[in-house]
Structures are given as structure tokens and as C-alpha cells.
């Protein structure tokens, strides 16, 4: 057995993260993924190139830990409750997806007169996109949330849960080129077995086992046992033949049924972090600098065949499924690189001869490259949408990729609600009950499917294609609110809506303060930041919690809300049910109010309290979680937490607060 050497290992270290700070410093100004940082680092200190390191064998194990370590993430993912939650886009998109791709690939290594297994595993290194860039990108740009990230993320599953049986077909793929048909189909037969005694482990005994433990309620107890059940089941699955980096994939999967999955994960993400950067590191010094030199054009053709290739089949799979052009083509692009789990399975193949040194120099330029222009296809999917709205397509190829072509009576006056996620729902609660015309576009085709079994006005459609509007009337309408939690698609909206129509009120949520002045000079006549919302009710219970007067505090709220938004202009200036007064006079007499838990107005109908000297004061509006109760009748009975708005002389409203948030006795006043 080999041993490690000390010195060795240490310099090593030493060598990679010092020239990944390096690396990864120009990577964050040129806006490129870590991943990227890392494999140029192995570039750059490989034997290739300066040949500050060799691929030595301590090398090799360090990688070979971060595999570990990569494939028991995977494993914890591997959760059929959660999958089944979204399992149209999962199986049928992921599915397809892989499938097709893996054809595809078959293709082409089938004409390039590849042997039969080589043109397989072709297709399966193609099939692979890059989780890790995706999900950066999607948070860096605040897109986690909006319409693509739930298809994106969905076949991004679907993926790195399909390398497990590729990994396990791998060898049976060589014994096409070897003929060592018998060795491969008894590993196959292996894998076969170990399913359902994995199976049986997750579901029955280890949850048990973890339930037992936790009862302790000793948090070392706890994560020793997690690491014990963990090498128990890799050390286990590698004596039975199975490889290491299976055998941690399986025991991912055994944690993954549990409730305690996150604490275990939690555990591992540091060390998985430092261990995969060391694995790209290691992947980066496989890469002949001179081959980048002497084939150029080669590589270069080929990037561009792979991205268009897949880009193509992913944005079919997607236009496939239902899912709008702007969301099919930003997740057709979004997926188009070569991912990491591609280099697990080039390892693999390598090592059972699958390939000639001449295509693994080739497959580690291109992926490298695809991976690092990946920001950018972001950007051109939305050029492209762009264009391919002002080609002169045929209505019935819009219908089919915008709106659901409904045929309704036009209505006038309305207000369109773009998003029907929660800020949408309670806007059309709110217009409902208030007697508003008005119509929602939503991407989503499932939504669409339950709010319209529920009655509701709902349109199939993307609100940033000029078509969709106009079938929406915005016309005629009076208002528009976007709700929508994809930022760029927002501002799309805003420009085409001011476009469309000139005196149209456009009023925006967005996620963060500093996109308002954005979307302000775009033509949005109000914008509400969620995150100034939350801050508001923090700030303000920050300063109860030290027991600030409220007097105080109600001051420094109302210098923070005419700094940033004017909340209160909004609210009452917006709903026209006050139009006659002036906005001025209505912040002067009306107040916002919560119940506090312990007050004496709680369980009390506003005819009851009509009775005593909250007389002086009139409840105009009262919001209950996700109800609005305009214009409250007598007998609604006042509850904790409810908020109100009051109207009243400024003694009055003073008084008011603090019958609603103390104990005060109201008959004792």
C-alpha cells in the first residue's frame, strides 16, 4: 500500500491555494465562475504548462475525497417525497432532456465511426450541465425564485441523479472495446442487488436508528453516528465491489430520508467545498496547454456545435412540456455547458481505455470553455427572445408559444395583475372584494391550471411579449401590477407597458432597494421593495424591544417611509377611495395600527367599542394575513395581530395606540 508523504501533500496545498486566490481574484472581476477559477489554476501549475505540481499520487486521493464527498451531496438530494412535488418537470423534462441528449451524442460518435460503447459514453458526457455554475449565477442575479430557475433546477436534478447508473454502465460500456462482456454485466448485476438493500436502509432501519440517537439530545453523539452510518455504508458498498464514490452516493441517499438530513449536510459542506476545488484543480492539470495551441479552430467549432446542440434539445424538451419561449429558451441556453459530473465520468472512462488521448484533450477544452462563456448566454437569451418576437412568425405560432389564444369579452378599466404567486393572490382577493375588473398573466403552466379550476381570471402567457399584453387589454386598462420575482423580466414589462400605453399606472414589487431607481426610469409610476417592507417592521420592533417611546418610534417611521417610498401616500392616495380629500389631511388623521396579543381590544366587535372612548376614532380598513377587510361592518370582531387603520383627531389616535397594543382597561379611562 502506498503511503503519503507529509511533505508532499503540503506543498501541494500550499501551491494550489496560492495561485487559486490569484486565479479566482481575476475571475471574480471578469465575472466567471469559481469552477472555471479553479480548472485555469490546475492549467496553470500543471506539468503542462509551469509545472509547479505533478499529478501525483497524493494529488489523486485529495481529488478523489472531494468525488467522495460531491457524490454524498448528490445522495442527500436523492429524496422521492421532494421529487414527487415536482415530478412533471422532473421525469418528463429531465427525462427528455437526458435521453435526447444522450441520442444526440450517440449520433455523432456513431459518424465520427466511434465503437459502439465510446459513441455512448459520448452521449452521456454531453448530457451533463453544470449545477454549481447555474445555481450561482441564478443567485447572483436574483433569479432563484423567477419562472426558469424551476425547470432549470428540475433537469438539473434529474442529471446529477442520472451519472449514478451512468457510472454504473461505464464498465459495461468498455467491455464493447475490451469484450469483457461477463466482468462488466457481474458489476451491473452488483449495482442491481445494492438498490433495494439501500432502499430497505433508508426507509426502515436508519431512520430508526437516527430517531434513537437524536432522543439523546447530545449533538456529538449525533454527528459521530451520522459519520459512522456513512463510512459504514461507502466502507461496506466498496468490500461488496462497488467504487468508493458509489458507495458515499448511497449513503446520501440513506440520510436524505430522514428529517435530519440538513444537520448532516451541514457538516460536510465546508470539507466538500475545499476537496472539489482540490478535484478541478487536478482536472485543470490534465489539460495540454500546447493542445489549446495546436488546435484552435478544432476546439472552437466544436464549443459552438455543443452549445447550439444542446441549447436546441433542451429548449424543445422545454417548449415540449409547456413552458413559454422566453423560459424555454433562457433554460435551453442556462444548460448548454458540459458540467462537472461530465469530468467524474471522463475519469472513469479513462481508466477502462474509453477514448483516445487526442478526444480527452478535446472534451477538457471544450467543456472548459463552455463553462466559462456560461454569464453570457444568460444575457443572450434574452437578446434572443428579443429578436425572435419582432420576426413575422404566423399568429398560430405565437399562440402556441405565448397565450392559450382564450377568446374573451374585452374589458375595460381593469387592472393586470402580472405573477400569481402571493403578492398576486392577494391583489386579486383584493379586487375581487372590491368590485375591480381586472385579468392575471402567469408563466406557470400549473398555476394557470389550478386558479382557473378555482374561477379565476388567469391567462396563459409572458408578460413581456407585446402580444400577451395586448390579448390582456393593457389598452383599456387602468392599472397594471407586476408581482413577478424574475428582475429582468420585470424591467422588460415596465418598458413595454409605459410602450403600450402612456397613461397607464404601473406599479412594481421588486426584491431590493437599490432597483428602484432602476425601474423608475423605465416609466413605473410606484415601486415597492419587499426588502424596505421587512425592514420597517423590524426596525420598528427593534426599538419596542429597548422600550422607545412610541411616540419616538412613529416618528422615526414616518422619516424612514417619506425618505424611501411614502408607504402611507401610497396606501391611501393609490385606492381612490379618498380622492376627494388631500393627502396631506388623510397622514395627518389616520394611523397603522397592529393588535397586540395581550390588548383589551382583541375579541371585541368595533360595536362594542364604539361604546367607550375609542368613539373619537373610525376603523377604515382591516388586514388579516392574506384578508383585507374594507369598510368593516359592526360586528367584526377585532383579533391579536390583526392591523389596522384608523382615522381620528391626533389625541384621539394617540389614545387609540395604546388601548390597541397594551392592557389598558378601557372602562377605567
Known amino acids: 500500500m502506498e503511503l503519503l508523504n507529509p511533505e508532499v501533500v503540503i506543498w501541494n496545498i500550499l501551491v494550489i491555494f496560492s495561485v487559486s486566490v490569484l486565479v479566482l481574484l481575476v475571475s471574480m472581476r471578469l465575472k466567471l465562475p469559481a469552477i472555471v477559477g479553479f480548472l485555469i489554476t490546475g492549467v496553470v501549475i500543471g506539468p503542462n504548462c509551469l509545472g509547479l505540481i505533478q499529478a501525483s499520487h497524493e494529488s489523486r486521493i485529495l481529488a478523489q475525497i472531494g468525488v467522495v464527498l460531491l457524490l454524498f451531496t448528490v445522495g442527500t438530494e436523492f429524496s422521492l417525497r421532494r421529487i414527487l412535488r415536482f415530478r412533471k418537470l422532473f421525469i418528463l423534462g429531465g427525462g427528455l432532456q437526458v435521453i435526447l441528449t444522450v441520442a444526440v451524442g450517440f449520433v455523432i460518435g456513431s459518424l465520427l465511426q466511434r465503437p459502439f460503447g465510446e459513441a455512448i459514453f459520448l452521449g452521456f458526457l454531453l448530457s451533463m450541465s453544470s449545477t454549481a455554475i447555474v445555481i450561482r449565477i441564478l443567485e447572483e442575479r436574483g433569479e432563484m425564485a423567477s419562472p426558469h430557475a424551476k425547470p432549470m433546477l428540475s433537469m438539473l436534478i434529474f442529471q446529477d441523479l442520472a451519472v449514478i447508473p451512468m457510472i454504473v454502465m461505464i464498465p459495461l460500456l468498455g467491455s464493447f472495446a475490451t469484450r469483457e462482456e461477463q466482468h462488466a454485466m457481474d458489476f451491473f448485476s452488483l449495482h442491481l442487488i445494492a438498490a433495494p438493500v439501500v432502499l430497505i436502509a433508508a426507509y426502515v432501519i436508519v431512520p430508526k436508528i437516527l430517531q434513537a440517537i437524536a432522543g439523546t439530545k447530545s449533538r456529538e453523539l449525533f454527528l459521530i453516528s451520522i459519520i459512522l452510518i456513512c463510512i459504514a455504508i461507502t466502507y461496506g458498498s466498496w468490500k461488496a465491489g462497488l467504487s468508493l464514490s458509489l458507495g458515499a452516493f448511497f449513503a446520501g441517499m440513506v440520510i436524505s430520508e430522514s428529517e435530519y438530513r440538513h444537520e448532516a449536510v451541514g457538516g460536510v459542506l465546508p470539507f466538500q467545498d475545499i476537496f472539489i476545488s482540490l478535484y478541478f484543480v487536478l482536472i485543470g492539470m490534465l489539460v495540454d496547454i500546447h493542445f489549446l495551441l495546436e488546435e484552435p479552430i478544432l476546439i472552437l467549432f466544436t464549443t459552438i456545435g455543443v452549445l447550439f446542440m444542446k441549447t436546441a434539445l433542451t429548449t424543445s424538451v422545454a417548449l415540449v412540456i409547456g413552458l413559454p419561449l422566453r423560459t424555454a429558451l433562457i433554460t435551453g ?284 376614532v373610525t376603523v377604515l380598513m382591516i388586514s388579516r394575513g392574506p384578508k383585507v377587510i374594507a369598510n368593516p361592518e359592526p360586528e367584526e370582531t377585532l383579533l391579536a395581530d390583526d392591523v389596522v387603520v384608523i382615522l381620528g383627531s391626533k389625541a384621539n389616535l394617540r389614545k387609540a395606540i395604546l388601548f390597541f397594543k397594551s392592557e389598558i382597561s378601557i372602562d377605567n379611562e
Not at 456560461?374 to 434574452?382: D, G, Q, R
Not at 413575422?392 to 374585452?410: F, H, M, N, V, Y
Not at 425592514?535 to 417611546?549: A, M, T
Not at 424611501?564 to 397622514?587: A, V
Open 333 to 616: 441556453l442556462a444548460l448548454s455547458q458540459i458540467g462537472e459530473f461530465a469530468f467524474v465520468m471522463m475519469k472513469k472512462g479513462e481508466e477502462i481505455d474509453i477514448g483516445t488521448p487526442f478526444h480527452h484533450q478535446l472534451f477538457l477544452a471544450v467543456s472548459l470553455l463552455t463553462m466559462a462563456i456560461t454569464p453570457l448566454l444568460f444575457w443572450l437569451a434574452s437578446w434572443l427572445d428579443a429578436v425572435i418576437e419582432r420576426l413575422p412568425l404566423p399568429g398560430w405560432i405565437r399562440a402556441c408559444l405565448q397565450i392559450d389564444g382564450e377568446e374573451k369579452e374585452p374589458i375595460s378599466g381593469h387592472i393586470i395583475i402580472v405573477g400569481m404567486g402571493l403578492s398576486g393572490k392577494n391583489l386579486s382577493f383584493a379586487a375581487r372584494e372590491a368590485s375591480i375588473p381586472y385579468v392575471v398573466l402567469e408563466i406557470d403552466p400549473e398555476i394557470v391550471r389550478k386558479e382557473k379550476e378555482r374561477g379565476e381570471p388567469v391567462v396563459f402567457g409572458d408578460a413581456t411579449r407585446e402580444s400577451v399584453l395586448t390579448h390582456a387589454g393593457i389598452q383599456r386598462a387602468k392599472s397594471i401590477a407586476i408581482v413577478i420575482n424574475d428582475p429582468t423580466a420585470a424591467l422588460r414589462v415596465v418598458r413595454l407597458a409605459r410602450k403600450m400605453n402612456k397613461d397607464l399606472y404601473i406599479i412594481v414589487r421588486t426584491s431590493y432597494v437599490h432597483q428602484v431607481s432602476r425601474i423608475y426610469s423605465l416609466g413605473a409610476d410606484d415601486v415597492i421593495p419587499d426588502e424596505f417592507g421587512a425592514s420597517l417592521e423590524i426596525f420598528g420592533k427593534v426599538l419596542s424591544h429597548f422600550q422607545v417611546e412610541e411616540s419616538v418610534i412613529e416618528k422615526c417611521l414616518t422619516n424612514v417611509r417619506y425618505e424611501g417610498y411614502e408607504l402611507m401616500r401610497l396606501i391611501y392616495s393609490r385606492t381612490g377611495l379618498f380622492s376627494h380629500i388631500p393627502t396631506e389631511l388623510i397622514e395627518k388623521m389616520t394611523e397603522m395600527v397592529r393588535v397586540g396579543k395581550r390588548s383589551v381590544v382583541s375579541g371585541k366587535t368595533l360595536k362594542e367599542l364604539a361604546h367607550h372612548k375609542l368613539l373619537g
